[in-house]
């Protein structure tokens, strides 16, 4: 009984070759057909997608790079400006100097014009009153010389006399 019973046993736990054999020749068909239609594939669509990833990081570090230097440049454009615009205002101040000088130069020049106008003015006025003055007087030479010579005056009357004619040449002013 033992040994049937071992037998049972025994033959339950022994190895068949063949089904060993049988089930490797599957095992290496299996991974040939898993290497061919699954492994191959995915390493390509792994491979692809490292190549993808890597292209991405090599656009973006170059769009960095471009970024950067586009950066710079607007950086140093704006400086230029920045510059330009001082120059521009430096030069506006030095225009506005200049023409504040050359005003204030031709206002002068003005004034000093309008004051010989105004002096020869008052000069030729001047000329003019004394030129009235002498002909009144002349005129009132003729007329005391011709009074006198119409009468003999004493020395009061001839006083009287002129101080009336300076008096009537003081009303007709």
Excluded: C
């Amino acid at each position: 009984m033992l040994d049937t019973g071992m037998l049972v046993l025994g033959a339950g736990a022994g190895f068949n070759v063949l089904d060993m054999i049988a089930q490797l020749v599957i095992f290496v068909i299996l991974l040939a057909l898993l290497k061919k239609y699954a492994w191959g594939p995915l390493m390509k669509v792994m491979k692809e997608r490292e190549d993808h990833i890597a292209n991405e990081i090599d656009t973006a570090e170059k769009n960095r790079q471009e970024a950067e230097r586009m950066a710079r440049e607007a950086q140093e454009e704006l400086r230029n400006t920045r510059q330009e615009a001082q120059k521009i205002i430096e030069n506006a101040r030095e225009v506005a100097k200049e023409q504040e000088k050359s005003i204030i130069t031709r206002a002068r020049e003005e004034a000093e014009r309008l004051k010989e106008s105004a002096r020869q003015e008052i000069e030729q006025e001047k000329e003019n009153a004394i030129q009235a003055v002498r002909e009144q007087v002349s005129v009132l030479s003729v007329k005391i010389a011709s009074k006198v010579i119409e009468k003999e005056l004493r020395e009061e009357d001839q006083e009287k006399l002129i101080q009336d004619y300076i008096k009537e040449v003081g009303e007709d002013r």
